[in-house]
């Protein structure tokens, strides 16, 4: 199978998943995360059997990323074995008081809100990059939404 | 109905109206957002397989490409659709690992900025050979050893790679030469004297031989 040069995927989606990862995990940790998903991206992409959706594919590994940083993060602040279902502490962004909020939603909520509204993600995507049926997918977007509206007013 | 943000999806929930579209407009907020470099991580972590960059020179826009090894590609590259091609080339037959990684490429481009203004006659950056074989890297190398300035014949180069009747085959091997200009098939010519053929077009093998012999300085422009 032929697959593109890896540079195209980084001009086509970079911008995405960064977006994504701002949302995720909040501006001062996005460019790490943003690294390593890359990195990982070019570390697998040679194996790569599907080449159909690489968006879909990139954005799981961002997302995979995001998760195994807020759990690193949430272990150095707080020395408990469980993980918290929300992001822990909202990292001081100038991306305003909104998504801040959205990084305090339980985190299946605000990943899919950051797919759906950042990335632009349809229903699909976000249920292929989440691991979840399609309605899952949009329950997630509908309960953040819902959660989101009695915090904030915009 | 209300009007709807443009979005991949008509959204269902247009009672989130005013919510969804604030959640949109701070991305667009980060747009300018410089992205972080990965060439220095996907380097040290030896996963970057191929390192490019294009450049406009007096012969026109130039694609350079390398590997860890070396050099192993420079294309002319008039469009977007030929850079394309090159890329693509690229990442089926040495990697798809590929990356826009200019200052991989500071060396063989300065040296080429040198010889364009007349003030380099050979190029000492190293080169990665892998894009030819047999008979074909044969001729290759015999025409590297072509000194500036001076010409060689189809049946020369073709007679040093060991096939003194192969002119034609090394006419087909000079066309598919990977690395043009560093490589100086340009100072192949017939043996009636005529100028012969060229990948990037005979006006460009002209004004190389011209710079060569001193009757062109040439700036980027």
Same mark, same amino acid.
Do not use: L
């Given at each position: 199978m032929t697959l593109p040069p890896f540079q195209h995927l980084l001009d086509a989606h970079g911008r995405d998943v960064h977006r994504f990862l701002v949302a995720s995990v909040g501006r001062h940790d996005a460019d790490d995360c943003f690294q390593e998903t890359w990195l990982a991206a070019l570390r697998a992409y040679p194996g790569l059997? =599907?080449? /159909?959706?690489l968006r879909s594919w990139v954005l799981t590994i961002a997302h995979r990323k995001a998760i195994d940083h807020l759990r690193s993060r949430t272990r150095v602040a707080v020395p408990v074995a469980d993980v918290p279902e929300t992001a822990g502490p909202v990292p001081a962004t100038a991306d305003g008081e909104l998504w801040g909020h959205v990084r305090e939603l339980p985190r299946k909520q605000r990943t899919a809100l950051a797919l759906r509204? *950042? /990335? =632009? /993600? $349809?229903y699909t995507e976000i249920s292929a990059v989440m691991g979840t049926s399609e309605d899952a997918a949009r329950r997630n977007v509908h309960e953040g939404l819902k959660r989101l509206r009695l915090e904030y007013q915009p | 109905m209300s009007q709807a943000p443009a979005m991949s999806e008509a959204p /269902?929930?247009?009672?989130f109206e005013a919510l969804e579209r604030a959640l949109m407009e701070v991305p667009a907020a980060e747009a300018d957002l410089p992205l972080p470099e990965l060439e220095a991580a996907a380097t040290s972590a030896g996963l970057l397989d191929v390192a490019y960059a294009t450049f406009d020179s007096p012969v026109g826009r130039l694609l350079l490409a390398t590997t860890p090894e070396g050099l192993v590609r420079l294309a002319y590259v008039d469009d977007e659709e030929q850079e394309d091609s090159v890329l693509a080339q690229l990442a089926a037959? *040495?990697? $798809?690992?590929?990356l826009a990684a200019p200052r991989k490429l500071d060396r063989p481009r300065h040296e080429l900025d040198e010889y364009f203004a007349g003030a380099r006659r050979r190029f000492d950056a190293p080169l990665d050979w892998r894009l030819t074989r047999g008979f074909g890297r044969r001729v290759l190398e015999a025409t590297a050893r072509? $000194?500036?300035g001076s010409s060689s014949t189809y049946l020369q180069v073709a007679s040093e790679a060991?096939?003194?009747?192969?002119s034609r085959a090394a006419g087909n091997a000079l066309g598919a030469n990977p690395l043009p200009i560093i490589v100086p098939c340009h100072r192949v010519l017939h043996s009636t004297g005529g100028l012969g053929g060229y990948t990037g077009g005979l006006e460009r093998k002209r004004l190389l031989l011209a710079i060569e012999s001193g009757q062109e300085t040439l700036s980027v422009g």
């Open positions: 059997r =599907d080449a /159909a959706n509204y *950042v /990335a =632009d /993600a $349809p | /269902a929930m247009s009672e037959k *040495v990697s $798809p690992r590929i072509i $000194p500036f060991g096939s003194p009747r192969g």
